[in-house]
T-cell receptor, first 112, second 113 residues
């Protein structure tokens, strides 16, 4: 069964304290791995797509990396406005549709 | 606003009533996906539609739930005879051929009393 597990469930950081979020996945064949950000009461906001092991994508203080079994979202010198829930999702090869399989997310709190 | 639009944003229904949730995809997008987010749970795929076609409904409950995406107008997710367990946030996402990423709307929060 295709599955996505994110850790930790919650993470508290001080402003400027860098850290990483983990997304491990089990999928019959990976079509793509996606990172989203979700603020309370809002829909997920697309951040990155990764397709192959070794690939990296960056956006401001965020960098996403991918291996054959997991992905990391590195947050460098975070600010309070980075506080949100970060969601990881995978798309499997061979599905009739292109449904995303989501993890439960990591809720990040950054205090000043 | 070129983003995905959903309405209503909040919907309250009594048990046994019908709920209709609407989604207008981003301009230029012809693929619509519906997901449900239960409290303390992750987003779960329900159905994937293109204009006038259901492509994948593997995540849709067998009874009471239906979806459509007509040639004209928004996509509709319909829940008949709602029960308390249907209370959740329902998100619509849109996409386009040749691109894998999906862009989400703000969601409809359904409360069944």
């Amino acid at each position: 069964e295709d599955q996505v597990t994110q850790s930790p469930e919650a993470l508290r950081l001080q402003e400027g304290e860098s850290s990483s979020l983990n997304c491990s996945y089990t999928v019959s064949g990976l079509r793509g791995l996606f990172w989203y950000r979700q603020d309370p009461g809002k829909g997920p906001e697309f951040l990155f797509t990764l397709y192959s092991a070794g690939e990296e994508k960056e956006k401001e203080r965020l960098k996403a990396t991918l291996t054959k079994k997991e992905s990391f979202l590195h947050i460098t010198a975070p600010k309070p406005e980075d506080s949100a829930t970060y969601l990881c999702a995978v798309q499997a090869v061979g599905q009739a549709g292109t449904a995303l399989i989501f993890g439960k997310g990591t809720t990040l709190s950054v205090s000043s | 606003n070129a983003g995905v639009m959903q309405n209503p944003r909040h919907l309250v229904r009594r048990r046994g009533q019908e709920a209709r949730l609407r989604c207008s995809p981003m301009k230029g997008h012809s693929h619509v996906y519906w997901y449900r987010q239960l409290p303390e749970e992750g987003l779960k795929f329900m159905v994937y539609l293109q204009k006038e076609n259901i492509i994948d409904e593997s995540g849709m409950p067998k009874e009471r739930f239906s979806a459509e995406f007509p040639k004209e107008g928004p996509s509709i997710l319909r829940i008949q005879q709602v029960v308390r367990g249907d209370s959740a946030a329902y998100f619509c996402a849109s996409g386009t051929s040749g691109r894998d990423e999906q862009y989400f709307g703000p969601g409809t929060r359904l409360t069944v009393t």
